[in-house]
């Protein structure tokens, strides 16, 4: 039976179990590098450890607090249809209509096919409902009453076309880029390392494009991202790096290479190949911050460092979503896709609504 205090009471125990116990059972992880060859050991700690982060008790009370949850299951049959480029990047939809009380089909990603259900059976351990309140299906879901979709353009018309009648969340491609001011430490470029290479950048809140003043020099950069060096050694990385060097130098590209990571001035683009990196120097911060607000449907984070000047400049902007350097990879429970507010949305289906 539905009751949400329950339910937040075993998502706390969810956490702890995430950040104590979870990296050590090896089952899972080969299983879904089996399947998908980016989900490689270091990855998938490293979303474990960012899911067992958000569930501490004081984060999750603070999110359950926001909403009016509802005190009885909905009924209403939920489907969600979820993307699989990061492990358990579907995480959060599932636990948010689950929370919500309704009846949720779940067709995950063939990239991520192990560990969300995986997971999802360690919470049912810890609360029998959530085994009854979800169904996984592989063909198409029917008889649904609202769907939460993600996926790129050509998805995106397919969801259109089978689910547009219905109260609907559908997500489209996004990345992220970064703002500095010159004034960064050292270990502000090393968290700046972790926004552009956790991974493998492939995530919607990896940084694909760094705006640098004219001045700036990258070898900061470089000396702070040695670290992830070891990039180069993964072979489908190596392949999109050798792959777009040579592409780039038969274009007579100017490019910057240190042997893990390839670096092209970019105007026009946001989201860079696989094993690259877009930069694009400027001299007028405003003139960036224009930018940033024509294009900010295409963004889901600007990672800018804390106090700056460009900080200070972008923060304000209810267009973008700033955050400091080095938490791209662990978003709060309330950092929601698209800066839309997924449990207002799922809550709205009952009639219920959240707090302000």
């Known amino acids: 039976m539905y009751n949400a205090n329950n339910l937040f009471s075993s998502l706390v125990q969810l956490g702890q179990w995430l950040l104590q116990e979870a990296a050590r059972e090896e089952a899972p992880q080969p299983l879904a590098e089996a399947r998908n060859g980016w989900f490689v050991k270091e990855s998938v700690d490293m979303a474990l450890e960012a899911h067992g982060q958000a569930l501490r008790e004081d984060r999750l009370r603070g999110w359950q607090a926001q909403h009016h949850w509802p005190v009885k299951g909905t009924g209403a049959k939920v489907g969600l249809i979820l993307a699989g480029n990061l492990p358990l990047v579907g995480w959060h ?3 948010c209509a689950i929370l ?4 949720v089909h779940v067709k995950l990603s063939q990239d991520d096919a192990v560990l969300p259900k995986w997971l999802l059976s360690k919470w049912a351990e810890l609360e029998p409902y959530v085994g009854q309140a979800v169904t996984f299906h592989d063909g198409l879901m029917k008889g649904m009453d609202a769907v939460v979709a993600t996926g790129g353009a050509n998805a995106g018309r397919y969801f259109q076309a089978y689910f547009g009648h219905l109260p609907h969340l559908f997500r489209g491609q996004r990345t992220s880029v970064a703002v500095l001011d010159g004034e960064e430490t050292s270990e502000q470029l090393e968290g700046l390392g972790n926004d552009v290479f956790a991974h493998f950048g492939m995530g919607c809140r990896s940084v694909t494009k760094l705006w640098i003043p004219s001045d700036f020099n990258l070898d900061r950069c470089f000396g702070a991202w040695i670290g992830w060096g070891h990039l180069a050694q993964h072979g489908k990385y190596a392949n999109n790096y050798d792959y ?9 590209e100017d490019l910057i290479e240190n042997g893990f990571v390839l670096v092209k001035e ?3 683009g946001l989201v860079s190949p696989i094993g690259t990196l877009y930069v694009e120097r400027y001299d007028d911060l405003n003139a960036v911050q224009a930018q940033l607000h024509d294009r900010s449907d295409e963004l889901q984070v600007v990672t800018v460092r804390p106090e700056g000047e460009a900080w200070e400049a972008l923060a304000s902007s209810e267009l973008l979503r700033v955050v400091p350097c080095g938490a791209n990879q662990h978003p709060k ?11 207002q949305f799922l809550l709205s289906l009952n009639g219920e609504e959240g707090k302000t």
Not at 100 to 103: N, Q
Not at 333 to 343: E, N, P
Request: net charge negative; proline share 0%; hydrophobic share 40%.
């Open 100 to 103: 919500a009380g309704h009846d």
């Open 93 to 95: 939809d599932i636990m």
């Open 333 to 343: 429970l309330d950092d929601y896709a698209d800066g839309v507010d997924t449990v």
């Open 244 to 252: 777009h060097k040579a592409v780039w130098l038969l274009n007579r």
């Open 266 to 268: 970019e105007r026009e």
